[in-house]
């Protein structure tokens, strides 16, 4: 059974940081595209950043030099550092696993309010 975990979402104040952690199971983490993306009331779900399995990084341009994502394989767990945040970055932060071929899966989300 496929799970992906996401935590470390809440309420910070703007300027404040966060790191959002995703941990799956049932998957072979090492070899699948890892990406975070994020919904705000109202609107589409978008991309926030998305790390392959060489190692290469995408982020939209609404979070660069802010956002950092990592993955550590050795642990099935990605990663993203949240800095400087804004009000705009308001959303459900949600945690997918991607592998061209396959199914795709998604976690539960978890709410990232910034708000002083």
């Known amino acids: 059974q496929v799970q992906l975990v996401e935590s470390g979402g809440g309420l910070v104040q703007p300027g404040g940081s966060l790191r959002l952690s995703c941990t799956t199971t049932?998957?072979?983490?090492?070899?699948?595209?890892m990406g975070w993306y994020r919904q705000a009331p109202g609107k589409q779900r978008e991309l926030v950043a998305v790390?392959?399995?060489?190692?290469?990084?995408t982020y939209a341009d609404s979070v660069k030099e802010r956002f950092t994502i990592s993955r550590d394989n050795a642990k099935n767990t990605v990663y993203l550092q949240m800095n400087s945040l804004k009000p705009e970055d308001t959303a459900v932060y949600f945690c997918?696993?991607?592998?061209?071929?396959?199914?795709?899966?998604w976690g539960q989300g978890t709410q990232v309010t910034v708000s002083s």
């Open positions: 049932g998957i072979f983490f090492s070899i699948y595209a």
């Open positions: 997918n696993a991607y592998l061209v071929g396959v199914q795709d899966y």
């Open positions: 790390i392959v399995s060489a190692g290469t990084i």
